[in-house]
């Protein structure tokens, strides 16, 4: 990734370039679900650093990155009767995916490099995170039980009726 990042600006100098990823955190957002079609979407917010240290500089710009992921799953009976978990899209939220330039006080000269910086990386990012996270998140997912699934759906099932009927009369 950093190659092709320092590739793209067109630099002039051989040097080499390095970027560290840190202070990653994973959050969970919520889980809508579908009753009829025993359906469910969950946001998982993620969010990162980057310390990028350019070729031609050894100063080191940090900048940081967040994002929504998508992930959608179902239950489907199989051929002899069973629930199993089926894993649908996972994808970032398009409109979800920002980048912070941390560092202040950048000299003038390094401004159009930061500015490619972040729009390879808005290009690239939410890419990358496809590929290498929502594998990780399907295979968590896909080791769920389906009964502990299906009795949370029952459970809010249960609760959402309560809500619509609202207070008992005694």
Request: one cysteine or more.
């Amino acid at each position: 990734m950093v190659g092709w990042l320092v590739r793209s600006m067109n630099l002039q100098q051989q040097q080499e370039g390095s970027a560290n990823i840190t202070n990653i955190q994973l959050d969970y957002g919520g889980i809508r679900m579908s009753f009829r079609k025993e359906w469910f979407s969950t946001n998982i917010s993620l969010e990162f650093d980057i310390d990028f240290r350019p070729p031609f500089n050894n100063k080191i710009l940090k900048t940081h990155a967040c994002m929504i992921l998508v992930v959608e799953v179902w239950l489907e009976k199989d051929e002899f009767g069973r629930r199993e978990l089926v894993i649908g899209s996972c994808h970032v939220e398009p409109s979800s995916f920002h980048t912070t330039v941390l560092t202040k006080n950048i000299p003038q000269k390094m401004k159009p490099f930061l500015h490619n910086l972040r729009e390879n990386l808005e290009k690239v990012l939410p890419y990358l995170v496809e590929s290498q996270v929502c594998p990780l998140v399907s295979e968590i997912l896909r080791r769920l039980d389906v009964k502990l699934l299906k009795s949370l759906m029952g459970e809010c099932l249960h609760l959402s009726r309560e809500k619509d009927s609202g207070p008992a009369n005694v």
